[in-house]
């Protein structure tokens, strides 16, 4: 079992960045991947990022590849997204996930996640 908590969201200006968190509990973070998704009201889980349990291999949503960057540090149990040039539409609710992924079709899938955090808003105004 993983227990996942996301923080670091809020109001930011268009242009503007944020920098989330997910802490996870235990001690057997590393032997996960770790994504992040985004969901608005109506609509489904959308893939955001991923990364490997080694943090060698990474995967963007190509809607965000060039500001977000997703990162982890095992040692703290903790992956970030680091989100720069926030645009309006990126305001949603960012979840992050813990699943064992293989592909990079299997990432981007939230089927391939197991453990899910309570989930972190962000707004972006124009």
């Known amino acids: 079992q993983v227990q996942l908590v996301e923080s670091g969201g809020g109001l930011v200006q268009a242009g503007g960045s944020l920098r989330l968190s997910c802490a996870a509990s235990?001690?057997?973070?590393?032997?996960?991947?770790m994504g992040w998704f985004r969901q608005t009201p109506g609509k489904e889980r959308g893939f955001v990022a991923a990364i490997s349990w080694s943090g060698s291999s990474t995967y963007y949503a190509h809607y965000v590849k060039g500001r977000f960057t997703i990162s982890r540090d095992n040692a703290k149990n903790t992956v970030y997204l680091q989100m720069n040039s926030l645009k309006p539409e990126d305001t949603a609710v960012y979840y992050c996930?813990?699943?064992?992924?293989?592909?990079?079709?299997?990432?981007?899938?939230?089927?391939?996640?197991?453990?899910w955090g309570q989930g972190t808003q962000v707004t972006v105004s124009s």
């Open positions: 996930a813990a699943g064992n992924p293989h592909t990079f079709e299997g990432a981007i899938s939230d089927r391939a996640y197991n453990y």
């Open positions: 235990g001690r057997t973070f590393s032997s996960y991947a």
